[in-house]
């Protein structure tokens, strides 16, 4: 043997010797599979097997909103709901479809076969037909397209299913389209988080027999959901404003905002008014709970992490039962003009009121009435209010006035002449009627134009000769102009609590001097009637200008409806700006204001108010293009407050396009009327009957 | 023992097939327990494929053992220049995919030039080293031999480098080491050889630790990010360093016995990668435990000492030096598969043999087998050569 060896040299030693380390290498193996395996195998085990936690967050109620005296004016009403909550990585698609059988036989989707038809779309019939046919679906994949990734893959597949594959089933069975539209909810949802299959009309019988079957139904819950209602119906509701539904969830446009915000996509968010504006107090703080889960996502137990809260409750500054009742008086009144004069006012559409207490700020009420002339209907469209700005006319003399004060054009006492004024290749421009010498009470109580128009001509440096084009206007002018009306808020921000707000119209010709004249009597810029309330109120408050309001306070929501919560913030009047003018020239003007209702152009229908008033009156020329046809309209206007020596009101109204003839003036007039004396009244009545502004405090707990 | 080959009525070692037959078994079940997460949940398209691919390389191998292997010794040159050229066209008209050019596209069949070039450069390096004889060579007379055999060697390891493929490289450097040393060159080369090769590894760990630059402009970064998940997994936990920690976490599992087939969560839950092809093992290893891996560690040891035996019997020197460089290869993947999935060596591409699905890969091994069955049929034994079948 030894000599065969040499014989054939050390192949076979050193062929051994590569068995050898071979065989280390291998031993090797077997000893690293020994220690991952034996050794530390208990501890893998443990590992994959580990229980994995996992949030979800749970909705909770929205906080209500209420009247000033407690009355529920944006309401939770239960609504029954079906949702779907997938396990831990999701039921498989065999598994939703048992689900959505047995679930489809407790429950319709839609009663409606048309509608229940259209929710069922082309995939969603491809997808059940995979279901069924996955085999011969996935034959017909390329090799190429089996190389693709998971969704892409899937995607082929629908791609290749035809018409006639999926129509062999009977897209006409009601009991089918049933169970294809659930198993279509149920694919929506997402790992652990509730997905709502139904919650519009489910039907008593329906959630009763889902709550009775949950059992067999893993995933599924019967449940009470929550619908915005709004008891007072459209009074007030576009102010109160919405909010998405579920399926709509946060808006796209501001996901992310609301996603850092711990948002959930199926979130239910304000998108108008309060709902919006006061979106972090309404909509309280959800439930975080944790699940623990093993790996085949069965859950081991849930633990609260953050305990919900319920959305805080809002007290608003209005009465409703006032609300509706201006609400009402704007509808006759624009109602009764319209009816009466059809032709006359037939580019009539709006009626518009801003009542806001001068000294707190607070809204007594916002109302706009729509006739829908296509429809010949009357409809509330509060929300022009804020949006809708107009020519304002007269109204604003009191800021021209308080102006030229100011800036020393005139002072106390200063006589001009009224007289029409005539600049070169303009129209004439004159006072309602020509009143020749008057001093600066006069020229409100009268209101008079040309006084206006020298304070105009005085601020901008112009020299006025009869027929001659103005000499060394200063288009400076509107700057100054404008800077002083923006105290009062006229052109400006009112700093409401809604989303929105316009600030109104700003010519954009400084260069003509006449235009300065028409700035002067309010027919330049536009403003909205907000902010019309907010100036008159500025007068009104010894020129200091408050920014509206509309939440007095936010409560603590406490689980009861006819009660409220204790208070959480309750908030003081803003304070935005003193104007910048004496007391002395605000007090003149308020006298003069004061004397428009008992001497002026507000004579007639105001000198026999008990309410101490003091108004401003406005006409303005409102020309607008009707299909290149130039029509010609008035807008009436009228601000004002109550009373005089103590204002606890102030308001604005606006008309505008109404017609022009001479019986066609009295509408704002009528309204304004109207709702100072059912304001005073209604608070003679409650001091009658013992309730005071405090009553509320009495409804709610004892907190403090 | 009765190994006439003329008594045999089918060229094959029964050893061999019976062994391939097993990994047969084991490979379809462990493709079939994981293939329902991909080809859109048709969880018969990969088994059914590799069958095929089976049938395939059984008859390859049956075919290639009834030639005569010696007859290859004339043609081995002609087959290297073969493979450099189809490298070259890699080189140029080559498919890339992720990253890697390896592949040539002839419409109905991708080939992957690297996979033959190997064998072709060892049949020539074992033709080299069989002309040498049985005895020890003096250092003076390797010198020039060795020159050879790293001239034929480096060509095609530049290329592959290049595609880059780092795995084959490696690969490649191992059978032709593991030939030279087997081979009669002089104990001195061998023993400089080995010097060269530990100093070079030495450097390249020294630049890895303190010079990377001038390390990574050697090292292509899709390497780099293979070494850095092997080197520190938990950090690297995005990439390759997570699948690393999910395989060796599914294989931990498995513990004794296993999860059981169709059961092992890690690789049925997509968190192991490729558990058809690069990862087979950690199916075995989660679903049939230690027991599993280690009759497959078993099964690839029997199938290298039956190799071994082979090639101890073999009197053509040619045929010993085949056994050895297949026995090279195997070895490398082997223990380069189960060592990344286990946390012993870097994660590179490289499939375990006979168990990955995977059809070139098959053939290449099945055709390998081939080649060691005709060595083991054309093993004449003497008369008077009993003693030698008692080994």
Partial sequence: ?704 | MQSNPQSRKIPLDYTIVFLVICFAIISLIAIYSVSGQYAGGDSLYYPKRQLIFYFVGFIAMAVIASLDFELLEKWTLAFYIFGMILLIAVEFIGTSNMGAKRWLDFKVIEVQPSEFMKFFLILHISVLLARLGKQRLRFRESIVVTLKILFYTALPLLLIYRQPDLGTLLMIVFAVGTLILVSSISLKMSALLITIGVTALGTLVYLYFNHFELFSEYIHSHQLSRIYGWLNPAEHSQGFGYQLQQALLGIGSGQLTGSGFGQGYQVQSGRVPEAHTDFIFAVVGEEFGFIGTSILVILFFLLIYRIITIALNANSLFGVYICVGVIALFTFQIFQNIGMTVGLMPITGIALPFISYGGSALLTNMMALGLVTSVHLRTKTYMFGEDESME
Wanted: aromatic share 10%; charged share 25%; hydrophobic share 35%.
């Fill in chain 1, 1 to 704: 043997m030894t000599h065969k060896k040499k014989k054939r040299g050390q192949i076979p030693l050193r062929l051994n010797v590569l068995f050898l380390f071979v065989f280390i290498l291998f031993s090797f193996l077997i000893l690293q599979l020994g220690v991952v395996q034996i050794l530390n195998g208990e501890e893998a085990r443990r590992r994959v097997n580990e229980t994995e936690n996992t949030t979800a967050s749970i909705a909770v109620p929205r906080g209500l909103i209420y009247d000033q005296f407690g009355k529920l004016l944006l309401d939770n009403e239960p609504e029954r709901s079906i949702t779907y909550t997938p396990p831990k990585n999701g039921d498989s698609a065999e598994k939703r479809l048992e689900i959505a059988e047995k679930l489809a036989k407790l429950m319709m989707m839609d009663e409606d076969f048309e509608s229940l038809k259209a929710m069922v779309r082309e995939r969603d019939k491809k997808e059940y037909w995979y279901l069924f046919n996955v085999k011969e679906a996935n034959d017909r994949l390329t090799d190429e397209e089996k190389e693709l990734t998971t969704s892409e893959q899937y995607q082929a597949i629908l791609n290749h299913i035809k018409p006639e594959d999926y129509n062999e089933f009977d897209w006409n069975d009601r009991d089918l389209l049933n169970v294809v539209a659930i198993k279509k909810e149920l694919d929506q949802g997402f790992e652990l988080s509730p997905h709502t299959i139904k919650n519009e009309n489910v039907t008593e019988e329906e959630y009763a027999l889902v709550s009775e079957n949950l059992n067999q139904l893993p995933g599924i819950d019967a449940k009470i959901d929550w619908n915005r209602v709004k008891p007072y119906d459209q009074t007030f509701s576009s102010f109160i404003g919405n909010i998405t539904t579920s399926n709509e969830g946060i808006p796209r446009e501001n996901q992310d905002y609301y996603l850092t915000m711990g948002y959930s996509r199926n979130d239910r968010v304000g998108t108008s008014g309060l709902e919006q504006y006061y979106e972090s107090v309404l909509s309280g703080q959800k439930e975080i709970i944790q699940y623990t889960t093993d790996n085949n996502g069965n859950i081991l137990g849930t633990e609260t992490v953050k305990q919900g809260k319920s959305g805080n409750d809002l007290v608003l500054t209005i009465d409703i039962e006032f609300q509706k009742e201006v609400d009402q008086i704007v509808r006759e009144e624009l109602e009764q003009y319209i009816k009466s004069s059809p032709y006359e006012n037939r580019y009539m559409t709006d009626a518009l009121v801003a009542m806001l207490d001068p000294q707190t700020g607070d809204v007594i009420a916002l109302s706009g009435a729509h006739y829908d002339r296509e429809n010949d209907q009357f409809v509330d469209q509060a929300y022009r209010v804020i949006y809708d700005s107009h020519v304002p006319g007269s109204v604003v003399k009191g800021a021209t006035m308080l102006t030229g004060y100011e800036t020393g054009v005139v002072s106390p006492g200063t006589f001009l002449v009224d007289r029409p004024i005539k600049i070169a290749a303009t129209p004439r421009k004159q006072s309602w009627r020509t009143m020749g010498r008057i001093n600066d009470k006069t020229a409100i109580i009268q209101s008079s134009n040309v006084y206006m128009f020298e304070i105009a001509l005085g601020i901008s440096g112009a020299q006025y000769r009869e027929n001659e084009p103005l000499r060394g206007f200063n288009s400076e002018g509107f700057q100054i102009m404008r800077n002083y009306f923006h105290q009062f808020g006229l052109g400006s921000r009112t700093g409401i609590d809604l989303p929105y707000e316009a600030t109104g119209f700003v010519g954009s010709n400084i260069q003509d001097g006449g235009l300065l004249l028409d700035f002067a009597i309010g027919q330049y810029d536009n403003y909205t009637t907000l902010q019309l309330a907010q100036y008159i109120s500025t007068i009104a408050n010894d020129g200091y200008r408050v920014s509206p309001r509309i939440v007095k306070e936010i409560r603590q929501a406490n689980g009861n409806k006819d009660t409220l919560g204790p208070v959480i913030e309750r908030f003081s009047p803003n304070m935005l700006n003193r104007i910048s003018m004496d007391d002395q020239y605000i007090d003149r003007v308020q006298d003069s204001l004061r004397r428009v209702a008992t001497e002026g152009t507000g004579r007639g229908h105001w000198a026999n108010n008990r309410y101490n008033v003091a108004v401003k009156t406005g006409t303005a020329q409102n020309v607008f293009f009707e299909n290149g046809i130039k029509r010609e309209t008035h807008n009436l206007t009228l601000v004002g407050y109550a009373p005089y020596e103590e204002p606890e009101m102030a308001f604005a109204i606006v008309v505008p396009r109404t017609g022009r003839g001479t019986n066609q003036t009295g509408i704002h007039h009528n309204i304004g009327n109207r709702i100072v004396n059912r304001y005073f009244e209604r608070k003679e009545e409650r001091e009658e009957a013992g309730i005071d502004e405090t009553a509320i405090e009495e409804m709610s707990e004892a907190d403090e």
